[in-house]
C-alpha cells in the first residue's frame, strides 16, 4: 500500500491496515509520536480502530528531547 507520510509516497504491506499497524512499525515503534490522518489528529486511543487506505495523507510529528 501506497502512503504519503510527511510528504513522501512511501510504500508498506496490505497488512499495514490501521494507524496502530502503521505505528508499530521499524520507523515509528517505541518513539513518542502524534499522527495527524488527512488533516485531523488521531488521538492514541484510536490508533486500533482509525483504518487507513491507499494514499492517505499521514504526517508524524516525533517528540525529540534535548535542551
Not at 509516497?9 to 502524534?34: F, K, M
Not at 508524524?60 to 534535548?66: H, Y
Request: charged share 25%.
Amino acid at each position: 500500500m501506497k502512503l504519503l507520510i510527511n510528504g513522501t509516497v512511501r510504500e508498506y504491506s496490505d497488512n499495514c491496515r490501521t494507524v496502530a499497524d502503521l505505528v508499530t512499525h521499524p520507523d515509528w515503534s517505541g518513539r513518542l509520536i502524534i499522527v495527524e490522518l488527512n488533516g485531523e489528529i488521531v488521538t492514541k486511543e484510536s490508533y486500533e480502530s482509525t483504518l487507513i487506505s491507499e494514499r492517505d495523507r499521514i504526517e508524524v510529528v516525533q517528540f525529540v528531547g534535548g535542551g
